[in-house]
């Protein structure tokens, strides 16, 4: 057990979600240290240069980006071929994670930001949202025809943004992208990555996740 790579995680963080997910889909086992981010452990301060989750320690190697650390479960087994991904899905991922997360904090954390117009930041996710909802219109999943590291890495932030008012969210013309959202965290691999574990203390006995 003391070889195995050690995860830091929480359990809401939408970074952490899809980390998790992909850990999962690889069957790679993990130790998972399961934090709380207003009282950071000591141990976890020590081992992530960013201070943020995800956090994977692997050997001499931490990996302390989300997406860095899907490849690398993945790069160990990938059995769904989630990396069978086109260059549109890596760009997809980008927008993601840039333009859009930046106008769902925007709007969700609207209150921050008295600058900017929320509803302007609502409309700017919009249009990422109808995009994708374009994209599903033909075939299940976002890039191919089978699901993607795309779809894995991009389906917390919608789900982020749906839970701001999902009375809203449910009322707008999405219907592809609400099936798609539906399946994803309705599924049987999205309840065990979201099962509550204590946060961690020194001395726990190790909590093993990911494993078949």
Excluded at 2 to 13: E, V
Aim: charge should be negative; include cysteine.
């Amino acid at each position: 057990m003391s070889q195995t790579p050690i995860l830091w995680s929480f359990r809401r963080c939408p970074y952490a979600m899809r980390a998790r997910m992909a850990v999962l889909s690889a069957g790679v086992p993990v130790t998972l240290h399961e934090i709380v981010l207003r009282d950071k452990p000591a141990a976890f301060l020590d081992t992530s240069p960013s201070a943020t989750v995800p956090c994977l320690a692997v050997a001499d190697t931490v990996l302390d980006e989300s997406l860095d650390i899907m490849v690398w479960a993945l790069k160990q087994n990938d059995p769904e071929h989630l990396l069978d991904m086109p260059q549109d899905g890596w760009d997809l991922i980008q927008d993601n994670d840039g333009p859009f997360k930046q106008a769902l904090d925007h709007t969700k954390y609207a209150t921050r930001y008295a600058d900017l117009d929320p509803d302007a930041e609502r409309a700017k996710a919009v249009r990422f949202l109808m995009q994708l909802d374009m994209r599903l219109t033909d075939h299940a999943y976002l890039v191919a025809d089978h699901a993607t590291l795309a779809d894995l890495a991009i389906f917390p932030f919608v789900r982020q943004f749906a839970h701001i008012d999902r009375a809203w969210f449910d009322a707008q013309p999405w219907p592809h992208l609400a099936a798609w959202l539906t399946r994803y965290t309705d599924s049987a691999r999205f309840t065990q990555a979201m099962t509550k574990y204590p946060p961690w203390k020194d001395g726990d006995a190790p909590v093993l996740f990911g494993a078949p």
